[in-house]
């Protein structure tokens, strides 16, 4: 939980961590629609749309391209669908094991 309300900003240029109530609470989109900053002029953390939003609508920042794992554990939700999705699978083939597939199954694996 920690780390969904955790801004890495820089203070006087000086590189920090930040707590900062409500600008964790907007929804993830791909692409941002929101980019942000701790301005030292303005002694804040500002936020600032990157293009025009209509009154009324919901504003997005990105979370960034994550696995729903990553997304699930430190922010608590899962994004559907989701490009970035990742499973790690791991094969283990052997043509003594399986002379009559081995090499179908190692160019079904190869394909792009």
């Given at each position: ?15 920090t ?19 942000w ?45 989701n ?19 081995f090499?179908?199954?190692?160019n ?5």
């Amino acid at each position: 939980m920690v780390s969904s309300r955790i801004f890495g900003i820089t203070v006087n240029g000086v590189k920090t961590d930040g707590f900062v109530p409500y600008a964790d609470m907007l929804n993830h989109r791909r692409p941002r629609q929101t980019t942000w900053y701790y301005s030292d002029e303005r002694e804040g953390f500002v936020i600032e749309a990157c293009d025009d939003i209509a009154r009324g609508a919901q504003v997005y920042d990105s979370y960034g391209r994550k696995c729903n794992s990553r997304f699930f554990l430190n922010y608590g939700f899962i994004n559907q669908p989701n490009d970035a999705n990742e499973v790690p699978i791991i094969v283990h083939l052997t043509k003594e094991k399986d002379p009559n597939a081995f090499d179908i199954k190692m160019n079904l694996i190869n394909e792009k």
